[in-house]
Nanobody, 123 residues
Framework: QVQLVDSGGGLVQAGGSLRLSCAAS????????MGWFRQTPGKEREFVAA????????DYADSVKGRFGISRGNAKNTVHLQMNSLKPEDTAVYYC????????????????WGQGTQVTVSS
């Protein structure tokens, strides 16, 4: 098993930046594909970005491509989401997640989840 703790959310103006972090503990971090998802009230959890164990493979939702960057620090068991040029529609609770399967876009592929961190982008 792996335990995940999300952090780094907050309130930012449109056009600003935030860096989310996810700290993992438990089994070997390299074994896991890591993803970020987001969710707003009344909507399904939405894929944002994912990264392979080595960091060599990344995937992004079209809505964030070119603005967000996912990275991982395997020595420190962390994964980060750098969010630039933020828009009001990026407002959501952001969750990091771990999968043993692949760099996936579906929440059901991820067995482990952080508690979420709120990101609010004001216009």
């Amino acid at each position: 098993q792996v335990q995940l703790v999300d952090s780094g959310g907050g309130l930012v103006q449109a056009g600003g930046s935030l860096r989310l972090s996810c700290a993992a503990s438990g089994r070997t971090f390299l074994d896991y594909y890591m993803g970020w998802f987001r969710q707003t009230p009344g909507k399904e959890r939405e894929f944002v970005a994912a990264i392979s164990g080595s960091g060599s493979i990344t995937d992004y939702a079209d809505s964030v491509k070119g603005r967000f960057g996912i990275s991982r620090g395997n020595a420190k068991n962390t994964v980060h989401l750098q969010m630039n040029s933020l828009k009001p529609e990026d407002t959501a609770v952001y969750y990091c997640a771990a999968s043993i399967y692949r760099v996936g876009r579906t929440p059901s592929e991820y067995a482990y989840w952080g508690q979420g961190t709120q990101v609010t982008v004001s216009s």
